[in-house]
């Protein structure tokens, strides 16, 4: 029987070739979502409605939850990862580490400038009308001791 001929030869084979496939067909949805992000931010970088930019902030934050559960989902498949080559590796955890940290960056960033407008918001004394409603309703519905004990909600 010839190295070619081998039945594990072939399967592993074609078996690279179909993640190859699957890959190149990956990498082509990807450049494509990335490209319609691109330009949906070019439009939603114009609007002034808030409730459209929330929802699109929270939508971002869906594709990288999707998107890291995708990744981790390759990097614990033995599969995969028992080829892939140290120099690889070492890449892949450095970009991964310059993200991490500029996303941190960023939330550092967002809550800080909440925060002054949280300090700017209660030294005017001018507290927001919805803030008024949430702890009117709130104060309504609870008992004077619920009151006294119940601690703040994290991000109210």
Do not use: C
């Amino acid at each position: 029987m010839s190295f070619t001929e081998d039945p594990k030869i072939r399967l592993i084979k074609e078996h690279i070739e179909g993640l190859i496939r699957r890959l190149e067909k990956w990498v082509l949805d990807q450049k494509r979502f990335v490209s319609e992000l691109e330009k949906y931010g070019e439009y939603i970088s114009g609007s002034e409605d808030r409730l459209s930019l929330l929802y699109s902030a929270q939508a971002m934050l869906m594709y990288i939850e999707r998107t890291l559960k995708d990744f981790e989902s390759w990097l614990n498949n033995p599969v995969i990862t028992s080829i892939m080559p140290v120099d690889l590796l070492k890449e892949l955890e450095e970009k991964l580490r310059k993200i991490v940290i500029e996303f941190v960056k960023l939330d550092i960033d967002h809550t800080s400038k909440y925060t002054e407008l949280l300090k700017k918001i209660s030294s005017e004394q001018s507290l927001p009308e919805i803030l008024k409603l949430y702890f009117e309703h709130k104060l309504v519905q609870a008992t004077p001791r619920e009151t006294e004990r119940r601690e703040m909600p994290r991000f109210v």
